[in-house]
């Protein structure tokens, strides 16, 4: 799963570094020496986030346009891209084991062509495309 939330930056300007909020992601707030680390680190927070929320099985609350938020005075707003996949296969709680009924025709199609069925099956859900008809 791939998301895009918008996120403030704050530069200090006695030490160079950087705050960073995600407003649409309650309490999501992080720092960098520089810009760079800023944004590297408001990436991991705001994924960490979202991870959070899925492993409890809470909604993900939609981004906001990014022409919508505006930051408090001296701030500028950019746009953090996110992996949640990659990131869950470092941070993620780990996997769970579940039982999957398929038709033997569909086992016979998956076992002729060496598919990973599990891999399918989470990119499958985690792209957001519907299932096979």
């Not at 030490?15 to 309490?27: C, F, H, I, N, S």
């Not at 022409?67 to 470092?90: H, N, Q, R, T």
């Not at 062509?113 to 099956?121: Q, T």
Request: glycine share 12%.
């Amino acid at each position: 799963m791939k998301l895009a939330y918008p996120a403030c930056f704050y530069k200090n300007g006695e030490t160079g570094a950087y705050a960073v909020e995600v407003p649409d992601l309650p309490g999501c707030a992080t720092g960098g020496g520089d810009l760079p680390e800023a944004v590297l680190m408001g990436v991991d927070a705001a994924s960490g986030w979202i991870l959070g929320e899925l492993e409890e099985g809470n909604a993900v609350p939609e981004p906001s346009p990014v022409e919508s938020i505006v930051p408090d005075g001296g701030g500028f707003v950019d746009m953090l891209a996110l992996d949640i996949d990659a990131f869950a296969k470092k941070h993620g709680a780990g996997m769970v084991e579940k039982s999957v009924r398929i038709p033997v025709w569909l086992s016979t199609y998956v076992d002729a062509r060496s598919l990973d069925l599990s891999a399918l099956i989470q990119e499958s859900l985690s792209s957001g495309r519907p299932p096979l008809a």
